[in-house]
């Protein structure tokens, strides 16, 4: 019940405004409700009345990545790198945070440390491939992906290689890949707009206009892909 959890926590704070646990607490809570713009004020008065340095450092950094504020979770999360650097999601967020502010050297060093911590296995590849993808270094993304997708049961491991394909504008291989996501998660609503955008690139009208009708009839309020 996060929103009652919130409402007391809140009253907590105006109550006992230096308690550090309570700003942790109440950050946690807007945060498993999807409030992360409101998660940010409490996750930055918690760090600042000194709880728990490294986890909560850890929960700010995510949030600031969330909220695509990367140059701020990168500042954040740079710091806790000893104590974190064995942890996938961390350097997953680390990286994408300096890939997106365009230090791409400083995000190929901690997609390196991913793949140490992690070995050569599909899963790994994965999380390198959409780590790519996210700070917008699409043919490492691919070259990732590629080898990811040797485990097709991967979470939409085709939708993001059609992705990067897309945005390399090898619209075959994109409408390749986005086939075989759809022929697994049918009901995958913007697997089927992304298809319509390379159908119209590839001034197939008709395909493009069946697969937007598709991904509108599955998510009636998908704005884009």
């Known amino acids: ?50 709880a728990e340095p490294g986890r909560t450092r850890y929960l700010l950094g995510f949030t600031y990545y969330l909220v695509n504020d990367y140059e701020a979770a990168a500042k954040i999360l740079d710091p806790i790198y000893p104590q974190f650097s064995t ?15 365009g230090r791409e050297q400083e995000a190929a060093r901690i997609f390196d440390q991913m793949l140490q911590v992690g070995g050569d296995s599909p899963r790994i590849h994965w999380f390198l491939g959409n780590a790519y993808l996210t700070a917008q270094v699409d043919r490492k993304a691919i070259e990732e992906l590629e080898k990811a997708s040797a485990d097709p049961k991967l979470p939409y491991v085709f939708y993001s290689l059609g992705l990067a394909y ?15 996501e759809i022929s697994l998660n049918p009901q995958f609503a913007a697997a089927h707009g992304l298809r319509g955008s390379v159908s119209l690139d590839q001034r197939r ?10 991904a509108l009839e599955l998510e009636p309020n998908l704005v884009g892909t």
Do not use: M, W
């Open 87 to 101: 942890q996938l999601e961390y350097l997953f967020v680390l990286g994408a945070s300096h890939g997106k502010c």
């Open 166 to 180: 897309y945005r390399t504008r090898e619209l075959d291989k994109a409408a390749a890949a986005l086939d075989r």
């Open 1 to 50: 019940r996060f929103g009652a959890a919130i409402e007391s926590l809140q009253e907590a704070a105006r109550l006992a405004p230096g308690v550090a646990g309570i700003h942790l607490n109440l950050g946690l809570a807007h945060l498993r409700q999807g409030g992360y713009r409101e998660a940010v004020s409490p996750f930055q008065k918690a760090l600042e009345l000194g």
């Open 205 to 214: 009208l008709d395909e493009a206009l069946a697969s937007y009708q598709k």
